[in-house]
Nanobody, 115 residues
Framework: VQLQASGGGLVQAGGSLRLSCEAS????????NGWYRQAPGKQRELVAD???????RYSDSVKGRFTISRDNTKHTVDLQMNSLKPEDTAIYYC??????????WGQGTQVTVSS
């Protein structure tokens, strides 16, 4: 399984970006899809995820501004990011967790928000 992330870039505070992650390979028994981020000097943290059969979760810092969505037929997971803040600057990684708690990660895409 491979995950390919795209959509990062440089944006001014208050702007929007949309990240997309496409999965390829033998995809089955997906438990969750999510987006994580890692800022310089900080640990990787959950931004948002979709847990199959349960629903979505968001970190408190992005609630109301970010929206995660999944297209099961296309094997894509998108993250719409609105009202971006400088503190959202990080490398964003998409994640897929399958049966057996096996995790797959995308290569990361840089998001930079200027003030």
């Amino acid at each position: 399984v491979q995950l390919q992330a795209s959509g990062g870039g440089l944006v001014q505070a208050g702007g929007s970006l949309r990240l997309s992650c496409e999965a390829s390979g033998s995809i089955f028994s997906v438990n969750a899809n999510g987006w994580y981020r890692q800022a310089p000097g900080k640990q990787r943290e959950l931004v948002a995820d979709i847990i199959t059969g349960v629903g979505t979760r968001y970190s408190d810092s992005v609630k109301g501004r970010f929206t995660i969505s999944r297209d099961n037929t296309k094997h894509t997971v998108d993250l719409q990011m609105n009202s971006l803040k400088p503190e959202d600057t990080a490398i964003y990684y998409c994640n897929m967790r399958v049966r057996g708690d096996v995790n797959y990660w995308g290569q990361g895409t840089q998001v930079t928000v200027s003030s």
